[in-house]
């Protein structure tokens, strides 16, 4: 599955940016889509995940609340809509995916870059 992230920018603290995972290339009904970051100097860390078939979502504590996943199962997109943004929120947001069997993400796309100023 080739995976293309968009959407990244600069927001200002409190403010709000929508990220993109335009997904193809396989059958998605049977994939767990997830979003992770990477912040500099700091190991990459998992956002939060979406059950393509289920809509089922999860979400890390420093995000809950603020962090919606949500899918658009006709244009095969995934949405990471970021709310009451802080500035410890900035960082390479990558998006990925799995079999929903599997526990290792094996597909990832691109990074897009968020930055959130205080």
């Known amino acids: 599955v080739q995976l293309q992230a968009s959407g990244g920018g600069l927001v200002q603290a409190g403010g709000s940016l929508r990220l993109s995972c335009a997904a193809s290339?396989?059958?998605?009904?049977?994939?767990?889509m997830g979003w992770f970051r990477q912040a500099p100097g700091k190991e990459r860390e998992f956002v939060g995940g979406i059950s393509w078939s289920t809509g089922t979502t999860h979400y890390a504590d420093s995000v809950k609340g603020r962090f919606t996943i949500s899918r658009d199962n006709a244009k095969n997109t995934v949405y990471l809509h970021m709310t009451s943004l802080k500035p410890e929120d900035t960082a390479v947001y990558y998006c990925?995916?799995?079999?929903?069997?599997?526990?290792?993400?094996?597909?990832w796309g691109q990074g897009t870059q968020v930055t959130v100023s205080s």
């Open positions: 290339g396989r059958t998605f009904s049977r994939y767990t």
């Open positions: 990925a995916a799995r079999d929903s069997q599997a526990v290792l993400y094996d597909s």
